[in-house]
């Protein structure tokens, strides 16, 4: 598959939240830091996404912001 994102490291699911609509799949990924991607149902059951599995993990933003 091409891509564009050219930020890729390996995780692991660590939970799954199942919403009506979305999901939020939580990750570990290096140096055991966490990160959470939003995904429709749809796309976490066509991928076959569970718990304790390794994916790779696509990062491509154009901003990051925090606020406090």
């Known amino acids: 598959m091409k891509h564009g ?3 890729q490291l390996a995780g692991k699911v660590i939970e799954i ?5 979305m999901g939020q799949v ?3 990924v290096a140096g055991g830091a966490n990160m959470a991607s939003v995904m429709t149902l749809d796309s976490i059951d066509d991928l076959g996404i569970k718990e304790g599995d ?3 993990v696509l ?4 901003n990051v912001l925090l606020a406090k």
């Open 17 to 21: 939240q199942r919403g009506m609509v």
């Open 26 to 28: 939580k990750l570990e």
């Open 54 to 56: 390794t994916v790779q």
């Open 5 to 7: 994102a050219r930020n």
């Open 59 to 62: 990062v491509k933003a154009v």
